[in-house]
Each structure stands twice: as structure tokens, then as C-alpha cells.
Nanobody, 125 residues
């Protein structure tokens, strides 16, 4: 069982940066693939980025590629999402999720077994 808690959301102007953190409980964190998703008002939740268990492999949605960076620190049981050059369309609730199956680049919600409660990111124009 893994519990995930996101933090770091807030209000930022377009062009600005934010770093989200996701702290995980449980000794098996280092064995899980991790992902970030987001849900904008009135829209379905969508995939943002994923990182494998060791941190050696990452994959991004086209909409954030080149602007967002996912990383992890297994010693701290934490995964990060560095967001640069933020746009108003990045406004959403951001969720982190854990995949215990070590899939290669999981991008679908059903591939993740554990979810955090979400953190709000608002980008003003």
C-alpha cells in the first residue's frame, strides 16, 4: 500500500515556473513507476508525465514536452514535476500516481493503482 501527498501548487503568471512534489509512504516506493496527471475544469483527467522506478526513463505528453521535467529521489520517497514556461492552459488540478507493475511508460489512468488527492495549479494570463 502506498499513500501519496502532493504539494507545491499555487498561482503563477504565464511564463513562470512551479515545482510540484509528491511524497510517498511505504518502503516499496523505489519499485514503483510514477506518473503525473492533470484535470482542468470541465475536462477529463489527462496524462502529463511518467518516470520509471529507477529514474532512468521518462515520457511526456506532447503538450508539456520541453517545458516540464519529471524526476524522483528514491531516498526521499518523492517524485517531482518541474514546470517551466507555464501557460494558462496548464491550469488544472495535478495528481501524482503510482504504478506497482513497472510498466514501460504507462499513460492510462487504469495503469496506476494509487493516487494522491491533487494540488491546484492556476496560471494567470
Amino acid at each position: 500500500q502506498v499513500q501519496l501527498v502532493e504539494s507545491g501548487g499555487g498561482l503563477v503568471q504565464a511564463g513562470g515556473s512551479l515545482t510540484l512534489s509528491c511524497a510517498a509512504s511505504g518502503r516499496t516506493f523505489s519499485g514503483y513507476g510514477m506518473g503525473w496527471f492533470r484535470q482542468a475544469p470541465g475536462k477529463e483527467r489527462e496524462f502529463v508525465a511518467t518516470i520509471n522506478w529507477s529514474g532512468s526513463s521518462t515520457y511526456y505528453a506532447d503538450s508539456v514536452k520541453g517545458r516540464f521535467t519529471i524526476s524522483r529521489d528514491n531516498a526521499k520517497n518523492t517524485v517531482y514535476l518541474q514546470m517551466n514556461s507555464l501557460k494558462p492552459e496548464d491550469t488544472a488540478v495535478y495528481y501524482c500516481a503510482a504504478d506497482p507493475q513497472r510498466r514501460i511508460w504507462p499513460t492510462r489512468e487504469y495503469e496506476y493503482s494509487y493516487w494522491g488527492q491533487g494540488t491546484q495549479v492556476t496560471v494567470s494570463s
